[in-house]
């Protein structure tokens, strides 16, 4: 099958997009990329994006035009998508749309209670004319779990190691891991959680400092020219999300925009400049990635891949990489992978699974009661000719 995938991520720096070739069945699961590209947002529309994550800055009416601006955005890229590809829309069988987070509820106890992710699908569906699998995350929390780390299911299906644990470590916005046990192991399962803040008070720092004319420390260049206050440091690692144990997820709704604005004031009566806030707060990324490896991997992972844009920050790379001196650092592209692309080609490998039926979920990823189909369908015009391929071969 052709599948789009379409991600906008915790950093609502744009929407990325995928056209994949997806086929089989697990384990025996095939996917690879055709063709790939990343839309960036204006500034303004991104300002919508993580005010509507705000309660005090998010309406139920801009949140609700949000949702159809959204739909229309993801559509022409999709279009963008296939055109470019050298494909036409009647060639593709789903799209499968993450969105855009806006709020993830996490209970004081862990418990995820709701989550809500916006862009919407019947306008997808009406543009494209293909049938749209959307909204894949509330089924997971309605089965008892955290709705997240979704990536994590793909990465069981696509990149274990024969013989060796790996750890796939995503640093976007917030942080996630999956601990992968090898092939050869048949009894353990594999473990995924949000490890904490990944670029999220790096880029809320960032912004602050700049008056909005930054989104993110290109290059590390401000961390690099500073000094991390090891004591701040220890006392940041004590915040009670790190204890928690397993399953859990985290967003911007502890680790955003608010906590940014409250850890520089913090900083500065510590007598710290910008330089050496921003030093600290990746040294708190990397330092926070190792801690949690630390208590709760399964088994020392030989490798660690590293996806999202935190991997473009080489101060925050270097410090991982002496965190976790007994793992080989790797990026994704080092197995033939698109690390730009990854989350998008998990939507369309969701979409493919959800499609036929199956599961898109371990119950040991996200903590739920029992595998989930997960997403809602949105009919194409295609839907019909697609039920009929798919079911009477």
Known sequence: MYVVGLMSGTSADGIDAALCEIGGAPPALSARILHALTEPYEADFQRRILDACLPERSRVDGLCRLNFDLGERFAAVALRLIREAGKTPADIHLIGSHGQTVWHAVEPDGRVSATLQITEASVLAERTGITT?????????????????????????????????????NIGGIGN????????DSVSPPLAFDTGPGNALIDGALAIFTNGRAAYDRDGALARQGMVDEGWLRLLLAHPY?????????????????EAARLIAEGRARGLDDAGIAATLTALTAASIADAYRRFAPAPPAEVFLGGGGRFNPVLVERLRAELPDSRLLMH?????????????????LAHESWHARPGTLPAL??????????????????????RETWNG
């Open 177 to 184: 891991v999956t601990f992968l046990p090898p092939l050869a």
């Open 133 to 169: 699998i959307s909204n894949f995350r509330p089924r997971d929390v309605a089965a008892g779990g955290q709705g997240a780390p979704l990536t994590a299911y793909a990465d069981w299906l696509l990149l274990r190691h024969p013989t060796a644990w790996r750890a796939v470590q």
């Open 333 to 349: 592209e080092d197995i033939g992978l698109s690390s730009d692309h990854k989350e998008a080609l998990v939507f369309a490998l």
């Open 366 to 387: 996200t903590g739920a009661a029992h595998p989930v189909v997960l997403g809602q369908i949105t009919p194409g015009q295609n839907y019909a000719a697609l039920l």
């Open 242 to 258: 790190y204890e928690r144990r397993p399953p859990k997820t985290t967003g911007r709704e502890l680790f955003g925009a608010a």
